[in-house]
């Protein structure tokens, strides 16, 4: 099996080719926009058909959610005509597409819990980008889409991050307490991923570590693994842009994602959040103290 992996750089694509090499598999083409620009068609088309995959993990992606509405252009170039570049090579090729996308597709306005049935209605330039991604990769008929949420892994940057970091300046911090939804962490979905590329249960999943939470809940959870005095003010979206002065995309209230099909399918529901951010900032805690 041959697998190609973009995006190698970001939290995800670093972890599925950590999963791959545990697994054994050795060819793997893990690339990043220095080696392949996803926007260039024929640069695309170039690169995959010589390498010719069985399992192309689609994992690049213009990912800053507020930088993306003064970069309308670049974040659709990205997310929707690199993605389309792409799923034209894995057609070719004839391999299997997954591609990753996002809980900014909803607009957070719904009471319950979302499924991968639910109407679509992104208020975000990012969560348009990416559903835009989401429609190209249907025309493969080998794809699994993943909506996955508040994605965290050891290689980039993220909110434990950020969070462990204010807390050695901080001993309070002001954290949106009316966004709700799941973290994710990269190691438990990579996982998932090398898993479904052996199948052929096809389609649109939920992908997203057990539970909910809010970011308020999440701040003081990470504090207290992590043995960090630090107290959490609950604050909610408005006040927060009031109080920092930013101006911020549009982020759904409600991330809520249903997790059922997954295991309707035969794939095992990934640990819950609290597990995974345990297990995050021991990982952390010992690339540190390398």
């Not at 507020?66 to 993605?83: F, R, Y």
């Not at 996002?102 to 975000?124: A, C, H, L, M, R």
């Not at 909910?212 to 003081?220: I, K, M």
């Not at 207290?224 to 982020?251: H, M, P, W």
């Amino acid at each position: 099996m041959k697998f190609l992996i973009t995006g190698f750089k970001g939290q995800l694509g670093y972890d599925i080719n950590r999963e791959l090499k545990s697994r054994g598999y050795k060819d793997i083409m893990a690339i990043d926009k220095d080696e392949m620009d996803i926007t260039n068609h024929e640069e695309v088309d170039k690169v995959i058909t010589e390498y010719n995959p069985d399992v192309i993990f689609h994992c690049a992606a213009f990912t800053a959610v507020d930088k993306a509405e003064d970069e309308e252009e670049l974040c659709t170039k990205v997310n929707a005509l690199g993605t389309k570049n792409i799923t034209d090579a894995s057609i070719k090729v004839g391999a299997k597409l997954l591609y990753m996308s996002t809980d900014y597709v909803f607009d957070g306005t719904k009471d319950g819990i979302y499924t991968e049935e639910d109407e679509v209605n992104p208020k975000s330039v990012y969560g348009k980008t990416k559903y835009l991604g989401e429609m190209e990769v249907r025309r493969n008929p080998n794809h699994f889409i993943t909506r996955i949420s508040w994605v965290f892994g050891i290689n980039g940057g993220n909110f434990i991050k950020t969070m462990l970091k204010l807390s050695d300046r901080f001993d309070t911090l002001n954290v949106v307490g009316d966004q709700i939804g799941s973290p994710t962490y990269t190691v438990d979905l990579a996982r998932l991923l090398v898993d479904m590329a052996f199948t052929d249960k096809y389609g649109t999943y939920n992908a997203t570590n057990e539970g909910y939470v809010s970011w308020a809940e999440f701040a003081e959870y990470i504090f207290k693994v992590n043995d960090k005095n630090v107290s959490v003010n609950y604050v909610s979206t408005e006040d927060y842009l009031k109080i920092t002065g930013t101006k911020q995309a549009y982020r759904p209230r409600n991330s809520r994602l249903s997790k059922d099909k997954l295991e309707e399918n035969g794939f095992e529901r990934l640990p819950s959040w609290e597990d995974a951010t345990e297990r995050y900032s021991k990982e952390l805690k010992l690339k540190k103290d390398r």
